[in-house]
Structures are given as structure tokens and as C-alpha cells.
């Protein structure tokens, strides 16, 4: 983009990343590059601001990420009703939803391990929506801890806001971001 005359570049950072060794410095020097090339980062959050800065030296720009509140808006109870009709969930649930990849960063596992703490004829239900990782660990996990029966593994959506039509709760219980 550069080369061809593109006359700002900017590349968005959405995570925490704790680089370690001869990887850390390739990156350190690859940001370097781009910045010199006059590549601006930005950043998404104090968190990852922060990361850059002392894990690669590379100051960025920070824009926190937000919603369009005039498209995130709470449902109808018709649409409400269609959602979960839709994913089979009964309207008498307490839905808990996250959106997301299964990085380990993400821990969903927490969300687990939480749910398995519920009495056994708790309504809630966890939707987890997101690309699960290649050993669908959290899978794993949930057979484990017995609650697979309280969970929906939905997978990559291109709209979530159906999904979110459904849900009662956000969850989002990351280590960074």
C-alpha cells in the first residue's frame, strides 16, 4: 500500500500480545519498520496500548472499540421470542452470551467452570458464539465438568444480532482488552 501511493496506512492492534524471545524481537523490529515507513497503530484499548508500548516499544494511537447504538438495540419480545425459537432455547432461559474466538486470552473457560457451579436445575443457558479453537477444548471442558446439555457451541456468525436477540447477559471475561 505504500509503494502504490496510498497516502495513510493504519494498521489496528486488537489484542495483547506477550511475545517472548526471538519471536518479540522480530516483531519488535517488524513494527519498527512500518512505523518508519509511517505506518500508524491503533490501538483498541489502555490494555493494549499499554503492551505495545512497553513489549515492542511502538506508541499507538487509541481508539477504544464501541458499538452503533442505533443497530445494538434490545429486542422486541416478538424478536426475542424468534431468536430463541430459532436456537431451540426455552423463553423460560437465562441466556448468558459471548462473541468471540476460543484464544485462550478470551477464557471462556471461566464461563464454564461458572456455570458448572449452578444448581443443576438452573435455567441458564451459556451461547457461545465464535471460531472454537482446532481442539475444541472448551468442548472438552464442558463434557467434563458435565454441562454440556447448558451449552450452545453456535459457531462463526456473519450477524450476531439475532444471537444477541436471544440472550439475557454479555459475558466477556478476558484476561486483557
Request: contains cysteine.
Amino acid at each position: 500500500a505504500f509503494f502504490a501511493g496510498t497516502p495513510r496506512v493504519f494498521r489496528t492492534v486488537h489484542s495483547v500480545f506477550a511475545f517472548k524471545g526471538l519471536l518479540r524481537a522480530r516483531r519488535r523490529w517488524q513494527r519498527w519498520l512500518l512505523r518508519s515507513l509511517g505506518l500508524t497503530t491503533i490501538s483498541i484499548g489502555e490494555s493494549v496500548s499499554a503492551n505495545e508500548l512497553q513489549t515492542f516499544g511502538n506508541p499507538t494511537l487509541l481508539i477504544p472499540n464501541w458499538f452503533d447504538n442505533r443497530r445494538f438495540v434490545p429486542p422486541s419480545p416478538e424478536k426475542r421470542q424468534a431468536a430463541r425459537a430459532r436456537l431451540h432455547i426455552p423463553d423460560t432461559s437465562l441466556v448468558l452470551i459471548s462473541v468471540g474466538n476460543c484464544a485462550p486470552l478470551k477464557n471462556h473457560a471461566a464461563i464454564l467452570r461458572a456455570l458448572a457451579f449452578l444448581p443443576a436445575n438452573s435455567p441458564a443457558i451459556y451461547l457461545h458464539v465464535g471460531t472454537e479453537d482446532q481442539d475444541h477444548s472448551e468442548r472438552a471442558l464442558a463434557a467434563e465438568l458435565g454441562i454440556t446439555e447448558k451449552v450452545i457451541f453456535h459457531g462463526f456468525a456473519e450477524d450476531v444480532v439475532p444471537l444477541l436477540h436471544a440472550a439475557d447477559v454479555y459475558v466477556m471475561p478476558s484476561f486483557h482488552e
